[in-house]
């Protein structure tokens, strides 16, 4: 039976094909997305997700814009990485789909209280939306199936030598999540997203894929790619979001371990820093299953067969 779930997003490139892998697999049944600001703001991540949800043939999908700013920080976007649209190299129309009429916190909080069975969720950006929800309603965390997300990293991070975008952008978001008491979570950061790496070789398979999706995906992974060369080298940009997507349909792709993890909220040197207890000296019970090794060319076969569906 497929899993019900729902995906909080800021697209973002890599945000955009991880719901484009999620809507290309029948294992998963999106229920609806909701958006954040941070890459982007929230409009533009609202109308990214709308775009993402037409190309993909999904104009029926339900998105719902959610904050439009952090808790306590102020918004800092990252233009200068996703381009002026936050998915530059798409150029996609601009979307004819409506946005829902109620707010991203509403609707986690509705559907997970109203949910048959437990409902998983994907995390992909800034957790302002479901750390609002949990403050609002925090009986929701007993209809949670589980949460997985990108964000943090085990070792350095993207943003300062501490933290990563998407915690650093709400750390107290984050740490109100991570504290939340959700009967499982899954950490994929950094330390293995950033091995997810789209090289020329596997943005060229997915153009060779000849359709309007792998034409705008290779575009996306193009521009997003240069980035990451100037910036550290690399030969293209990492794949971080469409990992949460990979884990839930293969596991096995990931090894992780339970940790404790909290987040950094009052450093000024390590805002936003997930701490993560992986040698149990904090003596503090584990609260999330911490991703450390991935199967980056395992996960590319895999991306590249479900954006094959697409025709
Ligand atoms: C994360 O930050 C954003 O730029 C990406 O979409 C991803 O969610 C990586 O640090
Ligand atoms: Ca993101």
Redesign the pocket.
């Known amino acids: 039976m497929a899993r019900p779930l729902i995906v909080d997003c800021?697209p973002?490139q890599?945000?955009a094909v991880a719901l484009l892998l999620a809507l290309a697999s029948p294992e998963l049944q999106l229920l609806g997305i909701t958006t954040v600001a941070?890459?982007v703001t929230v409009q533009q991540t609202s109308d990214n997700a709308r775009r993402i949800c037409e190309l993909a043939g999904h104009p029926e999908m339900r998105v719902y814009a959610g904050c439009p700013r952090p808790l306590l920080r102020p918004l800092q976007t990252?233009e200068h990485?996703?381009g002026k649209t936050g998915i530059d190299g798409a150029d996609l129309p601009e979307p004819q789909m409506p946005l829902q009429p109620i707010h991203a916190v509403q609707y986690l909080i509705e559907t997970l209280m109203a949910a048959p069975q437990p409902v998983t969720l994907a995390l992909?950006?800034p957790m302002t939306n479901l750390a609002v929800a949990l403050v609002q309603q925090p009986q929701i965390v007993e209809h949670i199936d589980r949460l997985v997300f990108?964000?943090g990293s085990a070792f350095e991070g993207?943003v300062t030598p501490a933290a990563?975008?998407?915690i650093l952008t709400d750390p107290h978001a984050a740490q109100v999540v991570l504290s939340a008491g959700i009967r499982e979570v899954v950490m994929l950061g950094?330390n293995v997203?950033q091995q997810v790496i789209s090289t020329p070789e596997r943005i060229e398979r997915i153009r060779a894929l000849k359709t309007r999706v792998g034409e705008v995906v290779a575009g996306m992974l193009t521009f997003y790619g240069k980035f990451d060369l100037e910036r550290y080298g690399l030969p293209g940009g990492p794949l971080?979001?469409p990992c949460v997507i990979a884990y839930l349909l293969e596991p096995q792709l990931f090894q992780t371990q339970p940790c404790y993890v909290e987040v950094e909220t009052t450093s000024a040197l390590n805002l936003g820093r997930t701490v993560v207890d992986r040698w149990g000296t904090s003596h503090r019970p584990a609260n999330a299953q911490v991703a450390f090794e991935v199967d980056a060319q395992g996960f590319y076969d895999l991306l590249t067969e479900r954006l094959s569906c697409y025709k």
């Open positions: 800021d973002g890599d945000d941070g890459n990252a990485v996703h992909l950006g990108m964000g993207n990563e975008f998407n950094l997203t971080h979001d």
